[in-house]
Each structure stands twice: as structure tokens, then as C-alpha cells.
């Protein structure tokens, strides 16, 4: 008897350490949501950005070619946010006054399809993923980033709360 209840126990111990290690891996996996990484540019050369971080580290991230443009009007000071995946490759580099805005005075993120984008008009039509038309002001430096987008393709937009798109992501 005892013999059988030490073997059930230590087969509940086994497969409860196995739910336990694949709830790790599913967190910090391919599926893990992006990593956010706030802090100041040091400088940014050629293909690669240096963030001084809130907590004092210094940082040193690659910028694919679509990113190149928007690192280089990047300052030394500026305060950024650098996103990145699970597996630490640069995400996207944008302004810390974006996210903080959206905290704070009504930014909001929206995801979907462009369906039109004229640069002469800096207007957007997005279809949104519940199916709605909406069209908003660019401004800025979105504009250059919507201009190598093309029509159908997925996006994320930050809104302000004076409905105008201040940053662009693609996926």
C-alpha cells in the first residue's frame, strides 16, 4: 500500500513539474509578447542604436533597414522605448512621449489593414479587425514610415487624442 501511494505521489510530482516548465517556455517562447525598454540614447552608428536604460545599463541594439531613417532622427538625450522579441532582436525604436501619452492624455492603439494612404492629403483608411472603416489625420514622421507600406498590408497605429496618427508599425 505504501509502496503504491509513494509511486502516485511521485508521478503527480513528475507531471506537475512538466505543466510548471511548459508554462516557462510558453511565456518566454515565440509566442511571448514584445519586451518594452525604456531609457535615453547614448548615439546611434550606422546600424545600431545605444540606450542608456532606466536602471543604468548600457544597451546596444541593431536597426533593420526600415528603421534606419527614424533611428537617425534620433538625438543624444532623447528619452525612447525599444521593443524587442523574445529572442532580444530589435523590434521597433520609437519616442518614450508616445507611450506616456497613451498612459496618461488618451493615445490609443489600433490595429489593421490599410486599405488607402495619400501623402499629398496625410490621410489613412484603416480597415480595423471588426471590419470598420476609419480614416485619420498623419502627421509627423508616420508619414515616411507609411510610405513604404503598401495597401492591404497589417499595421499598428498610435492615435492621439486629437485623432491623428503619430506612429506606425508594421504586423
Excluded: C
Amino acid at each position: 500500500m505504501k509502496k503504491k501511494l509513494l509511486k502516485g505521489f511521485l508521478i503527480f510530482a513528475a507531471i506537475s513539474q512538466v505543466g510548471y516548465a511548459g508554462y516557462v517556455l510558453a511565456v518566454d517562447g515565440p509566442g511571448a509578447p514584445p519586451q518594452r525598454i525604456s531609457g535615453t540614447v547614448d548615439r546611434v552608428e550606422g546600424d545600431s542604436i545605444h540606450i542608456r536604460t532606466d536602471e543604468g545599463a548600457m544597451q546596444s541594439y541593431s536597426i533593420s533597414k526600415r528603421m534606419r531613417d527614424d533611428a537617425r532622427a534620433l538625438n543624444e538625450g532623447d528619452r525612447v522605448v525599444v521593443e524587442t522579441d523574445w529572442m532580444h532582436r530589435t523590434v521597433d525604436v520609437f519616442p518614450a512621449t508616445v507611450l506616456l501619452s497613451s498612459q496618461t492624455y488618451g493615445y490609443r492603439t489600433i490595429m489593421g489593414r490599410v486599405q488607402t494612404f495619400n501623402p499629398s492629403d496625410e490621410r489613412l483608411t484603416l480597415e480595423t479587425r471588426s471590419g470598420e472603416t476609419e480614416t485619420f489625420t498623419v502627421r509627423g514622421p508616420a508619414i515616411r514610415k507609411l510610405n513604404s507600406i503598401k495597401e492591404g498590408s497589417r499595421v499598428t497605429v498610435e492615435i492621439d487624442d486629437q485623432n491623428r496618427v503619430v506612429d506606425v508599425r508594421r504586423g
